[in-house]
């Protein structure tokens, strides 16, 4: 079993930066996927970026050049560096580890982060 759990949120100003953290525990057998989904009011669940077992990120389009997905193996933590933060941004962000072998996903408990003046 895999636990996530997130930090990290808060209430920033557009053109402020804040960092998520995704702390992992359980065993997670590659090769996995971890990543980040967000979720407005009223809105889908969408993808934002994710980090692949040997380092292969992907962006979504309208985080391109601001956000940056890491992780920390030695901690078992995945981080998304938010730059530029923008109203639009406001939602809750959740944590995500697909597992390929037996195609399992866990998702965390999701963390606010709101961009308001």
């Known amino acids: 079993q895999v636990q996530l759990v997130e930090s990290g949120g808060g209430l920033v100003q557009p053109g402020g930066s804040l960092r998520l953290s995704c702390a992992a525990s359980?065993?997670?057998?590659?090769?996995?996927?971890m990543g980040w989904y967000r979720q407005a009011p009223g809105k889908q669940r969408d993808l934002v970026a994710t980090i692949t077992s040997t380092d292969i990120t992907n962006y979504a389009d309208s985080v391109k050049d601001r956000f940056t997905i890491s992780r920390d193996n030695a901690k078992n933590t995945v981080y998304l560096q938010m730059n530029s933060l923008k109203p639009d941004d406001t939602a809750v962000y959740y944590c995500n580890c697909y597992v390929r072998i037996g195609a399992t996903t866990y998702w965390g408990q999701g963390t606010q982060v709101t961009v308001s003046s």
């Open positions: 359980g065993s997670i057998f590659r090769p996995y996927v």
